[in-house]
Structures are given as structure tokens and as C-alpha cells.
């Protein structure tokens, strides 16, 4: 039987990594110009556009100003970045946001690209180093009551890449349950998903998932597969997107055997955040299986975060898994809530 941390240590040392990473190699200018619509004027850094907010740091800054992106009136930048433009676009070059009509510039590969500010879903400098690029978090909730002596322990982390023409993200989560009397329970997940842009809207990838859920006795299912997707809303500050596809699962319970079988894949995911301070995610997929006609299985998981402190949360997780006919005897569901306190890097 997979114990707690079994999947987790994959993702938790990129998270590592990712914190202790090398620096860039060259050193950031700090002539870019901000002016907001208001008058106010900074001369600095911009650090990064994130969730509608943009990020600027001057010299004598000790914290970087976290700036409403939907109220900047003028920006100047000579360095380069790495540009999410609605949809899957991603283009790195030299940035500028001029007052309106002429909205937000784009200077690559000697062309230059306008859009409305509103379509700018990120803006991240091009570094040097792979591991100076990923962002993520990791968080971890403990709770005990005395009366029955129960336990519950959960750890979770994630781990994004954005590159100029696709992006990469690993997410992993271990919960573990004990109380006196009863049979323990946990669960341990680790989830990856690759996209690369074919068009403004449209994707190609892969997506991999390891599960261990001691609840269904399920010791481990693997599933790996291809996909196509579309972008149906993607802003700063929200996003849904849609994917389907083939893959290809292997199953090991407890009790008894497994085996190997084809399923179709059919996944919706969806983001909202009101700045840094609310974010709320949700996913929800379907698997009809394609070796045994008639076998659906459904996996949900949601999470609320709010934010505390600078880069400090809250979070609120659900998760399910249902299994319409799961092999032998093995319970069909798998539903769980876990609270955590975590960090933003």
C-alpha cells in the first residue's frame, strides 16, 4: 500500500528548487515608467502582471506596489517579457501601454502587436534560468479532536511553468485520516498537465495522473493520454477552459487484481480571483471507459483561497471520486474537505 508522502516527492522538490533557484544572470533595468490614470507617476521595475495586478518595484522601494491593471495610463519598458495575450497567445518581447485608443504594445521580432488592456493575462520577464520561471505554492493543514481521537493531516503543492509557446503544471496533494476505532483512511494524487498552442484559442498536450486512495482500496491508478482543448474565457482575472481526448489507464486495488483499459477523457476547468485577496478554482472530469462500455468515472476537486498576508493564505479544498462500477467490491466514492494555511512563490 502507497503511504502518505508516496507521490508527493516529485513535486514537492521542484517546489523547493523553484524557492532556492539561481538568480538571473543579468541584472534588471529600473528606468521603466508607470503612470496611472489618476497622475501618479513611478520610475522603477516592472516585476510581473498576475491576476490584474501589476507589480512595480523602484529603487527605493522595500516592497514592490501592487498597482490595478485596468487604471494604468502609461507604461515604458526597454527590457523583455514574456506576454499572455487572451486565448493560448504567448509572445515575448519589449512592452508598452500607451493612453487609450492605442491600448497595450507589443514589439517582437520587429512587428508590433496592439490589443485592448483588458486582453493581457500575464506579463512575466524573460529570465535566464529555467528555475528563476516557475511559480507556484505550497500549503499544509493539521486538525485533532480530543473526543474521538481523530486526526487529519493534508500537505499540497503546485508547480507552473510558462514558456513563450506552451506551459506546464504539476499539482500534488496527500491527506491522510486516523481515528480510534476505525479504519484509517488517505488519499495522495499527483496531476500533470502539458499545453501547446495551435491557435489564438485551441491547444494540443498531454495530461498524466497518479491516484492511491486507501477508501476505494485502490493501491494506484495511473492515466496518461493526449488532448485537444479551447480557451473559452481567459483574462487576468478569470479563465474556463475545455479539453477531451484518449487515454490510457492502469489499475492495482488492495484485494484483488487490476488491469489496463482505454478511456475517453472529458475535462472542464475554471478560475476567478478578485485580485490576490479571493481566488477560487474548479475542475470536473469525466471518464466513460471504452474497455468496459458502461463504466463512467467522475473526478471533482475545488479549492477557495483567501489571502492573509502578503504571499500567506487560506485555503479550502473539496475533492470526489466516483466510480459507477468500480471492479469487485470495491466502494464506489471517494469524498473529502481539507482547510490549509500555505505560500505563494
Given at each position: 500500500?502507497?503511504?502518505?508522502?508516496?507521490?508527493?516527492?516529485?513535486?514537492?522538490?521542484?517546489?523547493?528548487?523553484?524557492?532556492?533557484?539561481?538568480?538571473?544572470?543579468?541584472?534588471?533595468?529600473?528606468?521603466?515608467?508607470?503612470?496611472?490614470?489618476?497622475?501618479?507617476?513611478?520610475?522603477?521595475?516592472?516585476?510581473?502582471?498576475?491576476?490584474?495586478?501589476?507589480?512595480?518595484?523602484?529603487?527605493?522601494?522595500?516592497?514592490?506596489?501592487?498597482?490595478?491593471?485596468?487604471?494604468?495610463?502609461?507604461?515604458?519598458?526597454?527590457?523583455?517579457?514574456?506576454?499572455?495575450?487572451?486565448?493560448?497567445?504567448?509572445?515575448?518581447?519589449?512592452?508598452?501601454?500607451?493612453?487609450?485608443?492605442?491600448?497595450?504594445?507589443?514589439?517582437?521580432?520587429?512587428?508590433?502587436?496592439?490589443?485592448?488592456?483588458?486582453?493581457?493575462?500575464?506579463?512575466?520577464?524573460?529570465?535566464?534560468?529555467?528555475?528563476?520561471?516557475?511559480?507556484?505554492?505550497?500549503?499544509?493543514?493539521f486538525s485533532f479532536t480530543s473526543g474521538n481521537n481523530t486526526a487529519q493531516s493534508s500537505l499540497s503543492t503546485q508547480v507552473a511553468y510558462l514558456a513563450e509557446s506552451w506551459s506546464a503544471r504539476m499539482t500534488a496533494s496527500s491527506v491522510f485520516n486516523r481515528q480510534t476505532g476505525a479504519a484509517r483512511s488517505g488519499r495522495n494524487t499527483l496531476d500533470f498537465l502539458y499545453t501547446k498552442a495551435l491557435s489564438q484559442n485551441w491547444f494540443a498536450g498531454a495530461t498524466a495522473t497518479l491516484l492511491n486512495s486507501?477508501?476505494?482500496?485502490?493501491?494506484?491508478?495511473?492515466?496518461?493520454?493526449?488532448?485537444?482543448?479551447?480557451?473559452?474565457?481567459?483574462?487576468?482575472?478569470?479563465?474556463?477552459?475545455?479539453?477531451?481526448?484518449?487515454?490510457?489507464?492502469?489499475?492495482?486495488?488492495?484485494?484483488?487484481?487490476?488491469?489496463?483499459?482505454?478511456?475517453?477523457?472529458?475535462?472542464?476547468?475554471?478560475?476567478?480571483?478578485?485580485?490576490?485577496?479571493?481566488?477560487?478554482?474548479?475542475?470536473?472530469?469525466?471518464?466513460?471507459?471504452?474497455?468496459?462500455?458502461?463504466?463512467?468515472?467522475?473526478?471533482?476537486?475545488?479549492?477557495?483561497?483567501?489571502?492573509?498576508?502578503?504571499?500567506?493564505?487560506?485555503?479550502?479544498?473539496?475533492?470526489?471520486?466516483?466510480?459507477?462500477?468500480?471492479?469487485?467490491?470495491?466502494?464506489?466514492?471517494?469524498?473529502?474537505?481539507?482547510?490549509?494555511?500555505?505560500?505563494?512563490?
Amino acid at each position: 500500500m502507497l503511504r502518505c508522502n508516496s507521490l508527493f516527492p516529485a513535486a514537492a522538490v521542484l517546489a523547493l528548487w523553484s524557492i532556492t533557484g539561481g538568480l538571473p544572470l543579468e541584472a534588471k533595468r529600473m528606468d521603466d515608467v508607470v503612470v496611472m490614470k489618476g497622475g501618479d507617476r513611478f520610475t522603477g521595475e516592472v516585476k510581473k502582471l498576475e491576476k490584474g495586478i501589476l507589480y512595480f518595484k523602484a529603487s527605493y522601494m522595500l516592497e514592490p506596489l501592487q498597482l490595478d491593471w485596468a487604471r494604468v495610463e502609461r507604461l515604458e519598458s526597454k527590457d523583455q517579457y514574456t506576454v499572455s495575450i487572451g486565448g493560448t497567445r504567448r509572445r515575448n518581447g519589449l512592452i508598452g501601454v500607451e493612453p487609450k485608443p492605442l491600448g497595450f504594445a507589443l514589439q517582437a521580432n520587429g512587428a508590433e502587436t496592439r490589443v485592448p488592456l483588458a486582453d493581457v493575462v500575464s506579463i512575466v520577464p524573460v529570465e535566464e534560468g529555467f528555475w528563476t520561471q516557475l511559480t507556484g505554492s505550497i500549503d499544509y493543514g493539521f486538525s485533532f479532536t480530543s473526543g474521538n481521537n481523530t486526526a487529519q493531516s493534508s500537505l499540497s503543492t503546485q508547480v507552473a511553468y510558462l514558456a513563450e509557446s506552451w506551459s506546464a503544471r504539476m499539482t500534488a496533494s496527500s491527506v491522510f485520516n486516523r481515528q480510534t476505532g476505525a479504519a484509517r483512511s488517505g488519499r495522495n494524487t499527483l496531476d500533470f498537465l502539458y499545453t501547446k498552442a495551435l491557435s489564438q484559442n485551441w491547444f494540443a498536450g498531454a495530461t498524466a495522473t497518479l491516484l492511491n486512495s486507501e477508501q476505494q482500496d485502490l493501491t494506484l491508478r495511473s492515466t496518461g493520454g493526449g488532448l485537444v482543448g479551447r480557451d473559452f474565457v481567459k483574462s487576468g482575472t478569470s479563465g474556463l477552459f475545455a479539453f477531451a481526448g484518449v487515454v490510457f489507464s492502469r489499475e492495482q486495488y488492495s484485494s484483488f487484481g487490476g488491469g489496463q483499459q482505454a478511456e475517453a477523457q472529458f475535462q472542464v476547468r475554471l478560475f476567478k480571483s478578485t485580485f490576490k485577496t479571493l481566488q477560487f478554482n474548479a475542475m470536473l472530469a469525466a471518464y466513460p471507459n471504452l474497455s468496459t462500455l458502461g463504466r463512467v468515472r467522475l473526478s471533482t476537486e475545488s479549492y477557495l483561497k483567501i489571502e492573509l498576508v502578503k504571499d500567506l493564505y487560506w485555503k479550502l479544498s473539496i475533492y470526489e471520486n466516483y466510480d459507477n462500477r468500480p471492479p469487485g467490491n470495491a466502494p464506489g466514492n471517494d469524498f473529502g474537505t481539507t482547510t490549509s494555511f500555505g505560500w505563494t512563490f
